[in-house]
């Protein structure tokens, strides 16, 4: 499976930005799909997922901000980012997971915030 992700780039502090995870399979082969993000200095952690079914989880620090979604004909996942802080600044990182645990992962797309 290769993931590409777009969408990332700078922005001020309050804005917005839509990332997408572009799948070369199709995204209902896995039993989840997530976005995680890494800091300068910091361990990878994850922001949102979604399962097969639909179930969506989010780290707390991004609840009522951001939004994954996906849209099954395109093979793509998206993670809908408002409300940007500086301490969103990271790249992030699209994950898909099989139903054997193997995970892929993309390349990483940078999303810089100021304030």
């Known amino acids: 499976v290769q993931l590409v992700e777009s969408g990332g780039g700078s922005v001020q502090a309050g804005g917005s930005l839509r990332l997408s995870c572009a799948a070369s399979?199709?995204?209902?082969?896995?039993?989840?799909m997530g976005w995680y993000r890494q800091a300068p200095g910091k361990q990878r952690e994850l922001v949102a997922t979604i399962t097969r079914p639909g179930i969506k989880t989010y780290v707390d620090s991004v609840k009522d901000r951001f939004t994954i979604s996906r849209d099954s004909a395109k093979n793509t996942v998206y993670l809908q980012m408002g409300s940007l802080k500086p301490a969103d600044t990271a790249v992030y990182y699209c994950?898909?997971?099989?139903?054997?645990?193997?995970?892929?992962w993309g390349q990483g797309t940078q999303v810089t915030v100021s304030s």
């Open positions: 399979g199709s995204i209902f082969s896995a039993s989840s």
């Open positions: 994950n898909y997971r099989s139903f054997t645990g193997v995970g892929y």
